[in-house]
């Protein structure tokens, strides 16, 4: 088995932004610290959540190495690398192994809607291309419309840096672990299915609602890998809620309207993306209410 980038949860964190779209860093820098108070297993930076989408180049990487620089090792950094372009993608998974990140996040390839043969030359490029830095593919069909199947998972095992999966699709699940073993540390993608996922053989969760509660995250996927079954089942049970909120909208336009309500400055989201409607919005206010979010305290207005 490849050595897991990290065991528990990691956040998919935020990019905060000005009202002229510039990047916070000011605020993430707070956000960071924040997370690794409350006990966060990794920090990802510039992922879907972090609106990788809509940043430059140079946004990329002063966004990357300034987690890194933030984190300063506590916590193992990952760096959300991928693109549709194969050479972007290629040089970008370059600059973040030199910038010090701890693994990449390799998206599968959007809006181009290549085929498994397509997608493998992909990966193989950018793998190739940076040996030493572990990767961490990042399946999500339902926003790229591309799925990495269990058996191209087995043909990309013969790269030694692929180490694991960011898994969407929980019902290939079984047939990775069927084809693969323990080949690759596999990571919910789904804050609803973390528990079913960890019951499978899963390390952990990459996660939106991390951003809000990551200590009761994180101990949600511990408790179940120190055999605590039932805690870790009724806190998935008692997240639901918050997930349905999460995503009542396309993310990260809730959980960042979410960090707002709370206090934060995590600013708005880039176009296209936009703030929330106003029901959705009410009804993120009533949700968070039945979370303790006392610890950000600490962290607000500093």
């Not at 006990?39 to 890194?68: L, N, P, R, Y």
Request: charged letters at 20%.
């Amino acid at each position: 088995m490849s050595k897991p980038v990290f065991v528990g949860a990691a956040v998919a964190i935020v990019t905060p932004f000005y009202e002229d779209g510039g990047i916070n860093f000011e605020e993430l820098k707070k956000l960071i610290e924040f997370e690794i108070a409350e006990g966060i297993d990794s920090i990802v930076i510039c992922g879907s959540t972090g609106e990788a989408a809509t940043m430059t180049e140079q946004e990329h990487i002063d966004a990357i190495k300034f987690a890194v620089d933030t984190v300063a090792g506590r916590v193992p950094v990952i760096a959300g690398t991928g693109s549709n372009d194969t050479a972007f993608g290629v040089e970008l998974t370059k600059k973040a192994y030199e910038l010090g990140a701890d693994a990449a996040l390799l998206v599968t390839p959007y809006y181009n809607k290549c085929t498994q043969e397509g997608l493998f030359r992909h990966y193989a490029k950018i793998a190739e291309a940076a040996p030493e830095l572990p990767i961490i593919l990042y399946n999500v069909p339902s926003r790229t419309n591309v799925n990495i199947s269990p058996e191209l998972l087995k043909k990309l095992s013969v790269y030694e840096n692929i180490v694991g999966v960011k898994e969407c699709n929980f019902s290939q699940v079984p047939e990775i672990y069927n084809l693969c073993g323990d080949r690759y540390a596999l990571y919910s993608g789904e804050d609803g299915l973390v528990v079913p996922m960890l019951s499978l053989g899963a390390k952990g969760v990459i996660s939106v609602i991390a951003n809000i509660i990551p200590h009761e995250t994180s101990k949600m996927v511990h408790d179940f890998m120190d055999g605590n079954i039932d805690a870790a089942r009724e806190a998935q049970i008692r997240f639901i809620p918050l997930v349905k909120a999460m995503f009542c909208e396309v993310n990260p336009i809730p959980v960042k309207e979410a960090l707002n309500i709370l206090g934060w400055n995590a600013g708005p989201c880039r176009l296209p993306l936009c703030e929330m409607g106003a029901a959705n919005h009410d009804n993120v206010v009533e949700v968070l209410k039945d979370y303790d979010t006392s610890a950000k305290n600490a962290y607000i207005g500093k």
